[in-house]
């Protein structure tokens, strides 16, 4: 692993050291995971090369290992050696492969090392093989063996232990609410201005990210400034707000069900009539799309990005924006599970439109946007944190082409990779979220003490 760290590393320890019942543990989950259908899928890949342009990984860095379809064969060749008759017998002549320790460090590197689970080479296949569905499945795999990477798991296990990624105590998060809810009424000028918590009956339950309190609490002003400005019936909860969902990559399916669990269970608790999800691009894809399967349950209530509300509301003309109050040039950067895997496309841009001056779209942009690397969990697994940011130069490139001061990422995972891609880059940009833009632009009436 090129960017682990020369210093003792208990994991590679584990990787070294592994057993038959390790093995066989990752093969039962794999068979889990993968019925019929996905495995004949998965052989009709034509070798045609798509997936590798749409790779922000191979595109900066040019190394076999980082194509699609190299993973995907990475995955395909334990399947053929253990799950299909023949397999064995036939060996390298059909690509099969015995799950053995190398095949399995193989696997850390390409399936945790050199994917953000961006899905477009999905979307590119010819083939319409959905390849970052295989790896997510085989990422499970590795998880049902203790597999994760360390600082990837501890996220997970931080969230399930202690409510949220953050650890975030309740008493320090509701301390953050009454401060901003002082910063909203000297904002607003309304001294009747509130953040309600636990609030019964509301018609919107609100989950955020919990890196706005921990370190961009202006993010939960922007969003409680909306919310005011259009009259809402809304609240947080008190111990079930965290929107992240580092299950989704970790590949545990345990873990990625019981968090968004809980935001389900806080909105029926609560008797919320839509819960509404955060600027977070994993967090939207997992609770909106992933969740019910997790859960094994059809959701019977609306389940929107704060995108869509927003959105609304400036539709329905329940809030005014003025988008001189927004002049530097601006572009938008398109989270992948948002946009390419969430659907949730236009609505940012319907609000930037109506909210900037200069609106600046990337090229490619929307479904065919680049990742900037953030996803994947390759924020939290800092052994390969070089490789990650050398994968983000074309999105640097493509943020420099637009000549934007500020970029705009409705997603905290992504403003953090791109904040980090500007400082690696030199792009001297500002990175905002939608709704802090959206937040500059109301019009407010004043309100005297």
Known sequence: MADATARHDPYQDKLDSLTDADLAAILAELRRRLKAPEIAAAH?????????DACHYYLTNGELED????KLNLVLGVIKHHFLPGGRRAGGWVGARKLDKAVVREWVDALFGRCSGCGRCTVNCTSGINIHGLIRAARGALAAAGLVPPELQSTVMTAVEQGNNMGIPRDEWLETVDWIQ????AETGDPGARIPVDEKGARLLYTVNPRE???????????????????????????????TNYGLYSGDDSCAGLLSGRLVQAREDLGAEVLVLGECGHGFASTRWEAPQWLNRRFGFPVKSVLEVAAEYVRQGRVRLDPSK??????????????RLGGVVEEQRYLLENAVEDFREMTPNRRNNYCCGGGGGQ????RFAKRRLAAGRLKAEQIRATGAMVVVAPCHNCIDQLTELGKEYGLGTEVKTVIEIVADALVLPRKNA
């Not at 194509?67 to 190299?70: D, K």
């Not at 002082?182 to 009424?185: A, G, K, N, P, V």
């Not at 609490?217 to 005011?228: R, Y």
């Open 44 to 52: 009709t890949c034509i070798r045609c090369g798509l997936c590798a």
């Open 182 to 185: 002082d910063e909203l009424r």
């Open 67 to 70: 194509v699609p379809a190299h």
């Open 326 to 339: 927004n002049k530097k040039p601006l572009t938008l950067h398109d989270p992948c599970n948002l946009v």
């Open 213 to 243: 309190p921990k370190f961009f609490p202006l993010s939960l002003l922007a969003a409680a400034k909306l919310f005011h400005a259009a009259g809402e019936s809304w609240t947080f909860s008190s111990d079930r707000y965290d929107v």
């Open 379 to 382: 924020l939290a697994m800092t």
